[in-house]
């Protein structure tokens, strides 16, 4: 008898002892770990399709044409996501400048356009400039300002003319662009 309360006591010692470190391994391990926090995605407040919008200037006239199957709004960053857009910028001049990418960021309604991916810039012939197309992978536009610019590596292309740059500043009421970096150019006059 005397050796079975022995065993029992034993028995129920080593039980206590088990389920202490289990117990213990729990609380140390809840201890340890960092609460999982979910980040907040964010979700659209509003989304257009098949969208033509023309934007005027204080005196009603055309200052910018906007093309894109959808607009997503995202109202807790004031930002537009547009789907393959065509952007239409009019200025002082007959024909208007055209940015067209496979995306696009709207922020603060207008103020600044991000444009990404297979990212063109056209402008077609008019009296004091020959026609122009400007390629590159990212850029920003300033719409109020006629301001487009980017870091990346650009092509750009008029007749008899094609130059590759990396980064380039573009003026686009005045027409002017400046290349601003590793310019090289290729000229081949037609016979």
Partial sequence: MKQMIYKNALLLFF???VISIALWTTILSLKRKTPVTLSKVSKPDAYMENVIAQIMDK??????KIVTPKVVYYSDK??????????????????????????AEAIDGIERINF??????QHPADQSNPATLINTTTLVVFPNKQIAQTEAAITFCQPN?????KG?????????????AETRGEYAPTP
Avoid: C
């Fill in 161 to 165: 003319l094609k130059v590759t740059a």
């Fill in 78 to 103: 004031n930002i537009s996501h547009l789907t393959t857009p065509t952007i239409t910028l009019y200025r002082r001049s007959t024909w208007p400048w055209y940015i067209s990418s496979k995306t």
């Fill in 116 to 121: 990404y991916e297979d990212v063109a810039i």
């Fill in 168 to 180: 380039m500043f573009a003026d686009m009421d005045k027409g002017s662009i400046k290349l601003l």
């Fill in 59 to 64: 005196q009603g006239k055309l200052k910018m």
């Fill in 15 to 17: 039980s206590l002892l």
